[in-house]
């Protein structure tokens, strides 16, 4: 089976002015269709560069990135910019909403971007998704108007307006309580068994734990790859 994500001995590394500074360091893994991959580590090993060379925000200095089909380092801006679109979505831990627009506009605006489907079969998908999430009684409302773990999973309906194969979420139960925490990562097990692949950096020992598989990251080497026990709901 080809994996939906291959890495092959990737290094980062930046440079500011005379001073280059190592992230990551021979990194390869694959990754399947279908599983949960959680991406541990302590802050400021390498696990957002990571995410960001996922998703072709961000280029390694050496070694080939392969995503759902794509060689990413190959990719010009313009390109990348559609073809993340088609293929990933992505949910921020700030939840990186607009705040001008109602929650139902947050999600038709990716797939007015894309094209992919025809603008009446857009807005039939955005209410669609409102609902999955819970929120279709708060279509039309701004994002300062919900609370932040209702702001998450519009975040969540928006990363998969365009049905990706592919999520990458970076932290994002980092600012939700507990318990708003949990109905999140259930929306995600949800998604893996609709055959969704995603990738998640957390710092949440428990969430980690109920993922697929964890890869834990240390000074920008794969410190261990494994998978977990069979995946449950925390909820």
Not at 86 to 105: C, E, H, M, R, S
Not at 144 to 170: F, H, K, Y
Not at 191 to 217: F, P, Y
Request: hydrophobic share 40%; proline share 4%.
């Amino acid at each position: 089976m080809t994996p939906i994500i291959q890495l092959n001995n990737i290094n980062k590394a930046y440079t500011l002015g005379k001073v280059t500074q190592p992230v990551l360091h021979d990194i390869s893994m694959a990754i399947y269709a279908g599983e949960f991959v959680a991406i541990v580590g302590a802050s400021g090993n390498g696990k957002s560069t990571l995410l960001n060379i996922l998703t072709g925000i961000d280029k390694p200095s050496s070694g080939q990135v392969t995503v759902c089909g794509s060689q990413l380092q190959r990719l010009k801006e313009e390109q990348l910019s559609v073809w993340r679109g088609k293929n990933v979505g992505i949910v921020f831990q700030f939840f990186q909403l607009l705040p001008a627009l109602t929650l139902l506009q947050n999600i038709l605006l990716p797939m007015d971007f894309v094209g992919k489907l025809k603008k009446r079969e857009r807005l039939t998908r955005a209410h669609y998704l409102l609902d999955l999430v819970g929120l279709k009684d708060q279509a039309q409302q701004l994002p300062s108007q919900v609370s932040g773990g209702q702001q998450q999973r519009a975040a969540i309906a928006r990363a998969m307006a365009n049905d990706p194969p592919l999520i990458v979420a970076d932290e994002p139960t980092g600012n939700l309580d507990c318990e708003t925490a949990d109905s999140v990562f259930a929306l995600f097990l949800t998604l893996c068994q609709q055959g969704k692949t995603l990738v998640m950096v957390t710092h949440n020992e428990a969430l980690a734990d109920a993922a697929s598989r964890r890869i834990a990251i240390h000074s920008g080497h794969i410190l261990s790859d494994e998978k977990t026990h069979t995946r449950q709901s925390l909820v």
